[in-house]
């Protein structure tokens, strides 16, 4: 689009998992110090909840009230909502549209429930061949049984089992969650395309200046150690 400024522009890894194969076959890719460690979180949770996990799936239309009914009260209460604004969807549109794609069968959503009580939720919309990251979160009361983890592993074994999924987009974002469980990437960008209007100029110009001065304050902030405990002060 010639004659447009750019700005704001953001380079990333976009992690997914190429889901050929199964899921034993996705497993052995990890180290086995991490193979270890993802099964003693599994078994961790399992004696927390009576020696089995209660892991349940909701694809049906009739089930996504039932899910909403468990997930939207836990979302209100993990970072993801609090800090981010990125808990689930509330409302009758948010639900209609739940219940549309079930109607699909586009919809993969699971709660990890521990003592009858849900503890973690994962939400996937499908297009096409393509399950879509949407929504995780976790109790954060709960954060020592790494119920996030613990979920998304045993909701990947389900999902291998169907045999019907090519990927499983991670979307946007570089974190060491999404780096863990990816077994590749594509390299993107996100920027705007704005007319080259002097307001415009002047917005760009503001943005680089913030971006600039995030950039150095997350520099001292990991020379001097106070990112950790300002990470760890906020999901407290």
């Not at 089995?52 to 009739?62: A, F, G, K, M, N």
Request: glycine share 8%; proline share 4%.
């Amino acid at each position: 689009m010639p004659g447009f400024l750019m700005g704001g522009r953001e380079d990333y890894e976009r992690h997914y998992i190429d889901m050929t194969g199964s899921y034993d076959d996705y497993l052995a890719r990890f180290s086995g110090k991490t193979r270890s460690t993802l099964r003693r979180k599994r078994r961790k949770m399992e004696n927390e909840s009576g020696g089995s996990l209660d892991l349940r799936l909701y694809s049906r239309p009739e089930e996504m009230d039932e899910f909403v009914h468990h997930a939207v009260p836990l979302s209100r209460i993990t970072y993801q909502a609090r800090l981010l604004d990125a808990g689930l969807p509330e409302g009758e549109i948010a639900r209609a549209e739940m219940r549309e794609l079930a109607w699909q069968d586009r919809v993969r959503a699971f709660l990890l429930f521990l003592n009858g009580e849900p503890v973690a939720y994962l939400y996937l919309p499908v297009i096409g061949e393509t399950l879509v990251y949407a929504y995780l979160g976790y109790d954060p009361a709960h954060a020592n049984l790494s119920p996030g983890t613990v979920l998304q592993m045993a909701a990947l074994e389900r999902l291998f089992a169907e045999q019907r999924y090519r990927y499983f987009d991670f979307t946007e974002g570089d974190g060491a969650h999404k780096r863990l469980f990816g077994t590749r990437s594509a390299t993107c960008a996100s920027y705007l395309l704005l007319r080259p209007t002097l307001a415009n100029r002047a917005l760009l110009s503001s943005l680089k200046a913030f971006d600039a001065a995030v950039g150095n304050a997350r520099s001292l902030a990991a020379r001097t150690g106070a990112e950790h405990l300002l990470r760890r002060a906020l999901r407290t």
